[in-house]
């Protein structure tokens, strides 16, 4: 019952992390809306900055997608040592939080997602959970190199969705 208790502790911290980012991304694009200025392209920004917005800790932003007026945006988070106390395998928590067109956050539907790893085997489809503003679960990314994630969809608005994100795991 202590490490379910545990389990359960930790995934709710990753759960309030996410939206907060998600709002922080979400306010800081409006704002440039409403200054007239042009946010498309952040000329000179590297890979994980943005604005001001700092990540904390080893979360990093894997992009933006829209398809079809939705927009997804993915984050994978290094949890490998929190696991591994706790005698659990996953390395890494996979987010992706999704908004509509107005800019209002999708939270109901069905999201599940593939890796394809290194050496070009793919697992899954894992699907996500529905967590505070964001659908996510726990992954193993054992192996350097390369990995994509093809993030399969089904929202509220029943359409069929897909996104595809990329990562290097050093």
Known sequence: MKRKTIVLLFAALFALAAPLAAFAAMEHENHGKKEGMDH???????????????????????????????????????????????????????????????????????????????????????????????FGADIVLEKAGKYEFMVGTKLKDGEKRQYHFEHMVK
Do not use: R
């Open 40 to 134: 498309g392209k952040m000329e000179g920004m590297k890979h994980g900055e943005h604005g001001g917005m700092g990540m904390h800790g080893a979360m990093v932003m894997l992009g933006e997608q829209t398809q079809d007026g939705v927009k997804a945006m993915a984050h994978l988070n290094d949890v490998k040592e929190a696991m591994a106390k706790m005698g659990m395998k996953e390395t890494h928590h996979f987010m992706v939080a999704f908004v509509d067109a107005a800019g209002e956050q999708i939270t109901e539907g069905t999201v599940a997602v593939k890796i394809k790893d290194p050496a070009g085997n793919e697992m899954g489809p894992v699907k996500l959970m529905g967590m505070e503003g964001h």
